[in-house]
């Protein structure tokens, strides 16, 4: 079966720094998808980036990108030039050949002006 | 983007009782959706696949006779939580399938707060 590995609790990160989330995960597939999702205090989910396994090339959206190493299973997520609204809890997650998101533990990302 | 919806947003009931949560797309149709149980500060733990026209499939360790799951239309499924105990006071959130493009892209509802009395 398929696991996440979310290593980082908690980090803290200076409005306008640069923040990575760690995220590790176990398959055996070749072929599959990994997201990152925030959920603010509202707790509404939101996507915040994917990533198909089968592209070498590391996905970005704005201020979001992601370092995708596939040998290594890992694929952390990098938050440039962060802001007050970046604050929430981040979940790393996988989705398996049957569609179903199995999830990291999350981090909850704090922000500090 | 695709919106999904679910009601109520809050209930409270009492122990004992049955409670009903509905989960419904509301721009696109949903031959599958997802039902996720999420406690404080924890990640969400996959419940049950609901599929139009069949039964549900639940993961390991879930009692199918405890949260009944009914997916009667491309656009609708429920959730009921049978007998409630406080145990089963949770945060529990919907998402649905979209099927209409490649990636097949899971939308998340904003989650219904239970609370058992």
């Known amino acids: 079966a398929q696991t996440v590995t979310q290593s980082q609790p908690e980090m803290s990160v200076q409005e306008a720094e640069t923040v990575t989330l760690s995220c590790t995960y176990d398959t055996s597939e070749s072929d599959y998808y990994l997201f990152w999702y925030k959920q603010p205090p509202s707790r509404q989910m939101i996507l915040v980036i994917r990533?198909?396994?089968?592209?070498?090339q590391n996905a970005t959206e704005n201020r979001f990108s992601v370092n995708f190493q596939k040998a290594a299973k890992s694929f952390s997520l990098k938050i440039s030039d962060s802001q007050l609204g970046d604050a929430a809890m981040y979940f790393c997650?996988?989705?398996?050949?049957?569609?179903?998101?199995?999830f990291g533990a999350g981090t909850i990302l704090r922000v500090k002006s | 983007g695709a919106v999904v919806s679910q009601h109520p947003s809050r209930v409270i009931c009492k122990s004992g009782t049955s409670v009903k949560i509905e989960c419904r797309s509301l721009?696109?149709?949903?031959?599958?959706m997802f039902w996720y149980r999420q406690f404080p500060k924890q990640s969400l733990m996959l419940m049950a696949t609901?599929?139009?026209?069949?039964?549900?499939?639940?993961e390991q360790g879930v009692e199918k006779d405890k949260f009944l799951i009914n997916h009667a239309s491309l656009t609708l499924s429920t959730l009921t939580v049978t007998s409630a105990h406080p145990e089963d006071s949770s945060f529990y959130i919907c998402s649905a399938r979209d099927h209409s493009g490649s990636l097949y892209e899971q939308y998340f509802g904003p989650g219904t707060r239970l609370t058992v009395t």
């Open positions: 997650a996988y989705r398996t050949t049957s569609n179903k998101l199995v």
């Open positions: 721009d696109f149709q949903a031959t599958t």
């Open positions: 990533q198909e396994a089968y592209k070498q």
């Open positions: 609901s599929n139009e026209g069949s039964k549900a499939t639940y």
